[in-house]
């Protein structure tokens, strides 16, 4: 049976081949270590991620025909790094199809009878593992630094699951240095206004 740190360095190696540069891949959640993500949207369990390989890891315990088991949990991306990719991991057992949800901000206010809000959503089963689903859940991607909310709810079955957030860096764009000219003008004009203020005196 492979483990999750079996699964952690093939992803890492992956992670190298497919962007020459190295990676390292770090389980930063796992619910039977760290405990249980909370079960309410407007308090979702934070997750502290950097750049490259982020690695989280949830169970779900609902039962067929009663209240549905949800994990919500937050992630803050920071300043000059972006949310690239969105990896499903292997998980043993597979789980059965499953939901996921992402809305924009620290807590998912979405109703989970109509998901009103979401920024989007996928229903996920061992049929993705591997694959990134983030163009699934955001309209834009790589989804730009700030806090995302995600809400894992299970449809048929308690199933295990993991995924992958890999954050990329980005090299801020310059901003304009005032070229001497400008400078020059800028003087000019406020010599010209002292003067005359100045003359009314």
Known sequence: MPTRTM?????????????HMPAVAAVVYDETISGDFSNSGFSPTPVSVSVGSNQIFGALNGVPGSTPDRDYFTVTVPANLVFSSMIVLPTNP?????????????????????GAGLLGFKLFSA?????????????AVPLQAGSYAFWVQETNGAPNYGFDLVL????????????????????TGLLGLLALHGRRR
């Open 7 to 19: 699964v952690a360095c093939v992803f890492a190696a992956a992670l190298c081949g497919t962007h």
């Open 168 to 187: 990329t860096a980005v090299t801020p764009e310059p901003r304009p240095v005032p070229e001497p000219v400008s400078l020059a003008l800028f003087g």
């Open 127 to 139: 049929a993705d593992f591997g694959s990134n689903i983030l163009n699934d859940l955001g309209s």
């Open 94 to 114: 597979p789980p059965p199809t499953s939901f996921i949800g992402l809305q924009v901000g620290n807590q998912v206010t979405a109703p989970p009878a109509t």
